[in-house]
T-cell receptor, first 111, second 110 residues
């Protein structure tokens, strides 16, 4: 079966610019997660969707980050405006039950 | 939210030596998951432990869940260069949202 797809794989932007990441989960997976992984740290959950509804976004910096999952399939995560500390890998994951399947991630560098 | 401490942060071993990483929580856990992330890769699910005192094996990997369900360990016997990577434990909050430990980075010298 196809895995979780993410694009772009790499993105370099200047601070105060905006950026968007896209995720296509494994077919049939109702739950979708966005994580931020800063170099040398474990993934930190930003937001969880169940179908097209938000389950938890308590760790999402809502003043600059937004996410949506239209039609309960693909999802986009946006940062506007970006800060230097947003440099990280943004991982998307999906699941049916306990096991989460991660995509390859988008490596964001903010200069 | 749920907090989990993982030690050590780094471990260098000679190929063939054993390796263990530990995960500790201050609260009782419903379950714990382990993931492996190769350098430049993404986390890959290894296993979930649910029962008190549970021990599960996957070839050279042995996973253990403490009797009090507050700690867990991953032990690799006779490491190989293919074992290189960072091993994370992850514990659930409500709604199956995972909090990841800081990870243990394993380096294996051939």
């Amino acid at each position: 079966e196809a895995g979780v797809a993410q694009s772009p794989r790499y993105k370099i932007i200047e601070k105060r610019q905006s950026v968007a990441f896209w995720c296509n989960p494994i077919s049939g997976h109702a739950t979708l997660y966005w994580y931020q992984q800063i170099l040398g740290q474990g993934p930190k959950l930003l937001i969880q969707f169940q179908n097209n509804g938000v389950v938890d976004d308590s760790q999402l910096p809502k003043d600059r980050f937004s996410a949506e999952r239209l039609k309960g399939v693909d999802s986009t995560l946006k940062i506007q405006p970006a800060k230097l500390e947003d440099s990280a890998v943004y991982l998307c994951a999906s699941s049916l039950s306990r096991e989460q399947y991660f995509g390859p991630g988008t490596r964001l560098t903010v200069t | 939210g749920q907090q989990v401490m993982q030690i050590p942060q780094y471990q260098h071993v000679q190929e063939g030596e054993d390796f263990t990483t530990y995960c500790n929580s201050s609260t009782t856990l419903s379950n714990i998951q382990w993931y492996k992330q190769r350098p430049g890769g993404h986390p890959v699910f290894l296993i979930q432990l649910v029962k008190s005192g549970e021990v599960k094996k996957q070839k050279r990997l042995t996973f253990q869940f403490g009797e009090a369900k507050k700690n867990s360990s991953l032990h690799i016997t006779a490491t190989q260069t293919t074992d290189v990577g960072t091993y994370f434990c992850a514990v659930p909050n409500a709604g199956n949202m995972l909090t990841f430990g800081g990870g243990t980075r394993l380096m294996v010298k051939p």
